[in-house]
């Protein structure tokens, strides 16, 4: 994939101030947010269940592999589970690996960080897991939540799935690339990009500094058929796309012989 020559960037200024721009901006945004709510499908998760396995059966030792977060994390955009984030994510780790990968999902469509140490995160912790793909921080982002907040939600989530699986393997997506969203009216497009940059900021210098954590780097271009008809979740292909793009970034990342490994 090609590098993301038209990733917009801001300076540590601008990002500090994003959540004040984006609550000085409600007045024009909240609005646009609400009528596009109202104008796009409204897609299901994908149906149960949300595990599975990929790869050479007869494995002694496969990778066990929890994906965690947000619609994405449902399948939100596709119609099978094994299409949708976990399923990709298990084939693309089995085929740059040629190990056998058994996957399940936990979250639900909407959840923020918060929601996910509420509901989801205790329970999703209970089997045996030696890789994490964490997806969260778009609703955070919608929602206006605080840097320092998600920061702080986010460090919890790592510190719970180390605490469990002390040698397990985190991987974190970075968040949407909104500018690329072009459902998204202006001035809401904008806006919602620069405060998701100051949340992934945040979460960013929080995983760099775990050495058994890697978060992905900003994705390139979407490809043309990226999206679901919600213009806003992906499709199969933005699915695979998407996970491909991450094993291969975090199998070349510090973390990459770790992964190899789990």
């Known amino acids: 994939m090609s590098n993301p020559h038209d990733q917009p960037t801001y300076t540590r200024d601008g990002r500090a101030v994003s959540r004040a721009v984006a609550l000085a901006l409600a007045p024009v945004i909240v609005p646009q947010s609400r009528e596009l709510r109202e104008s796009i499908p409204v897609l299901p998760e994908a149906p149960a269940p949300w595990r599975g396995s990929a790869g050479p059966r007869g494995d002694d030792t496969p990778v066990r592999l929890l994906v965690l977060g947000d619609s994405t994390a449902a399948g939100v955009g596709v119609d099978h589970a094994r299409l949708g984030l976990g399923g990709q994510l298990a084939e693309?780790?089995?085929?740059?690996t040629a190990r056998r990968v058994l996957w399940r999902a936990s979250g639900r469509s909407g959840a923020t960080a918060r929601d996910l140490i509420a509901r989801h995160l205790r329970p999703a912790l209970r089997e045996k897991t030696t890789v994490v793909f964490l997806t969260v921080g778009a609703n955070d982002a919608l929602a206006v939540r605080s840097a320092r907040g998600f920061r702080r939600d986010v460090g919890h989530i790592v510190d719970k799935v180390f605490a469990a699986h002390p040698d397990a393997v985190l991987l974190m997506s970075s968040l949407p690339a909104f500018f690329r969203f072009r459902g998204?009216?202006?001035?809401?497009?904008?806006?919602?990009y620069r405060h998701s940059q100051a949340l992934e900021h945040e979460a960013r210098e929080l995983i760099d500094a775990h050495p058994r954590?890697?978060?992905s780097p900003p994705p390139p271009p979407y490809a043309e058929g990226f999206f679901a008809v919600d213009d806003f979740h992906p499709s199969a292909l933005g699915y695979r796309d998407w996970a491909q793009f991450a094993v291969a970034d975090a199998l070349e990342s510090p973390v990459g012989a770790l992964l190899r490994e789990a």
């Open 184 to 192: 998204l009216p202006e001035p809401l497009r904008s806006t919602l």
């Open 92 to 96: 693309a780790l089995s085929e740059a």
């Open 213 to 215: 954590a890697h978060m």
